[in-house]
């Protein structure tokens, strides 16, 4: 049984005309791994995500997927994978459970087979007394959970989900994570694309974070947050105070300080001391919050903005 990375990337490069969307990148992902790719739209995530689907080839550098070249074994490896998209590419007018065994014959696999793997990932995905209802009735969670169970007809080795919650209520995102929890535990390897912190920290055991079609930072989540922030943050509002006077006058109390449009950001590792130590100083602020760092303070001081820019 290979034991080696599931996927290999090396220098990886993709060139459209004179733009560069992807510059450079080098990762590996283990079997069984649940990876991801955290940054924000235009970040090379997408891009990365086509040439690792091998639906698109790099421009330079190499690239093996299940121990194959995807400039030469393309058929054979998207065969093995499972893909998400961002955008839902569902058939609205045939049913569910049609959606999923169209999808299967694609793969050749037998009817028998195939209406078998519909019942169990209907099932799977909480969409069973669904299954007759044509797909354009469907909520925009249910969609999302149609387009995993499609992706896992073939019972692939490797899942790759771009975006896989964008657009979906809380509660929505929560069955689907708690889903993918799932997969993860039966041995599908996930490769996960997202501009959501809390959803590359609650789903990746290691991820990736790309800006301008590099990677500027790769480990587990809780390990990125150690090296590049403090423990605590504490968000201030000020008002229409001057944000220049501010800043210096905030500056002794924060080991790093953010001054975003709103509000500013102090990084430190006590938030309620800090904050006494403020008030005791006459600096009250209109509206004030701790909170734990994150990945998106992780981002900011990488890359100089936020997430959602």
Same mark, same amino acid.
């Given at each position: ?76 490896? %998207?065969?093995? *994978?499972?893909?998400?998209?961002? =955008? ?5 007018? !045939? &049913?569910? /459970?049609? $959606? ?10 037998? %009817?028998?087979? *195939?209406?078998?793997?519909?019942? =169990? ?5 909480? !969409? &069973?007394? /669904?299954? $007759? ?10 969609? %999302? ?165």
């Amino acid at each position: 049984m290979n034991t080696g990375p599931i996927l290999q990337a090396q220098d990886l490069v993709k060139r459209f005309r004179e733009l560069t969307a992807v510059n450079g990148v080098s990762f590996a992902v283990d079997r069984g791994e649940s990876f991801g790719f955290l940054g924000p739209n235009g970040a090379g995530k997408t891009s990365t995500m086509r040439m690792i689907s091998a639906v698109s080839q790099p421009t330079s550098g190499s690239l093996t997927i299940l121990g194959l070249d995807p400039r030469t074994h393309g058929p054979e490896i %998207r065969g093995r *994978l499972g893909v998400v998209p961002q =955008e839902d590419t569902l058939e609205l007018e !045939l &049913t569910v /459970r049609q $959606n999923l065994e169209m999808f299967a014959r694609y793969f050749d696999i037998p %009817r028998a087979v *195939l209406r078998e793997r519909a019942t =169990e990932l209907l099932e799977f995905t909480q !969409l &069973t007394e /669904r299954g $007759n209802d044509k797909v354009d009735d469907l909520s925009g969670g249910m969609k %999302r959970r149609l387009t995993i169970a499609r992706a896992l007809m073939n019972r692939p080795e490797l899942l790759i989900l771009d975006e896989p919650t964008t657009g979906l209520d809380p509660q929505a995102r929560h069955l689907l994570w708690e889903r993918l929890y799932r997969l993860k535990r039966e041995g599908v390897t996930l490769i996960i694309t997202t501009h959501y912190m809390d959803e590359a920290e609650q789903l990746c055991d290691r991820l990736v974070v790309m800006d301008h079609g590099a990677i500027v930072a790769e480990g587990p989540p809780r390990d990125l947050i150690a090296r590049h922030s403090t423990r605590e943050v504490v968000e201030l509002r000020f008002g229409l105070d001057s944000h220049e006077e501010l800043h210096g006058r905030l500056a002794p109390f924060a080991q790093r300080i953010e001054a975003l449009p709103d509000r500013f950001l102090l990084y430190v590792d006590g938030g309620d001391d800090t904050l006494k130590e403020l008030h005791a100083a006459g600096i009250v602020p209109t509206s004030a919050l701790v909170r734990r760092s994150s990945l998106e303070d992780v981002f900011l001081r990488l890359t100089g903005r936020t997430l959602v820019d």
